[in-house]
């Protein structure tokens, strides 16, 4: 079975900090995501890679930036944590080639930044 | 762009009645068209997919959709709901064009089921 996993389940920062959301998948495959859920708002893509050191912007990248330098690794990087970004947040990964590929969830992280 | 529709935000149904989750998309082109579950505290689990074909899919938990390109829908069957159903769906389009291997999601349909 695919897995794909995520460093924490429950974050609670501040105000200002930098914080890193991992996510690890471990079928080898060429895409991952980030998105963020809301109530209300269903799933917001943040950013996506399609390849190691490759990345693209989704619907909602302002505030986040990310940092794939293995294939398998796929990190969210919050610069400066603001309240605003109190969320959940599900990490994701498919295959490459086409619009018709499953993409695997990670169990989430539900950050609160206070 | 692609979006999707998800026009109930909460359903309410008893155990052993049956369920139809409503989804309508917006999509130029041939879609790809998913149904997801979310267990409470849980990441998202496919359910079922559509690509191409049969119109009528089958999925995981006796779960089925139906295609129907002329209503632009998927809407989400089964025709007998247990209590381990309640969770949130999320109905998803993706496509080979405008977004390449990205997915759009609707906001979610909450369901409760009454025992």
């Known amino acids: 079975d695919v897995k794909v996993t995520q460093s924490s389940r429950y974050l609670v920062k501040r105000t200002g900090e930098k914080v890193f959301l991992e996510c690890v998948q471990d079928m080898d495959h060429e895409n991952m995501f980030w998105y963020r859920q809301d109530p209300g708002l269903g799933l917001r893509l943040i950013y996506f890679?399609?390849?190691?050191?490759?990345?693209e912007k989704g619907d909602i990248p302002e505030g986040y930036s990310v940092s794939r330098e293995k294939k398998e690794r796929f990190s969210l990087i919050l610069e400066s944590a603001s309240t605003n970004q109190t969320s959940m947040y599900l990490c994701a990964s498919s295959f490459a080639a086409g619009g018709n590929n499953e993409q695997f969830f990670g169990p989430g992280t539900r950050l609160t930044v206070l | 762009a692609q979006s999707v529709t998800q026009p109930d935000i909460h359903i309410t149904v008893s155990e052993g009645a049956s369920l139809e989750l409503r989804c309508n998309y917006s999509y130029g082109a041939t879609p790809y068209l998913f149904w997801y579950v979310q267990s409470p505290g849980q990441g998202l689990q496919l359910l079922l997919k559509y690509f191409s074909g049969d119109t009528l899919v089958q999925g995981i938990k006796g779960f089925e959709a139906e295609f129907k390109r002329s209503q632009s829908s998927f809407n989400l069957r089964k025709p007998s709901v247990h209590w381990s159903d309640a969770a949130e769906y999320f109905c998803?389009?993706?496509?080979?064009?405008?977004?390449?291997?990205?997915?759009?999601f609707g906001t979610g349909t909450q369901l409760k089921v009454e025992l």
């Open positions: 890679s399609y390849d190691v050191k490759m990345k």
């Open positions: 998803a389009v993706g496509g080979l064009t405008g977004g390449g291997n990205k997915l759009t």
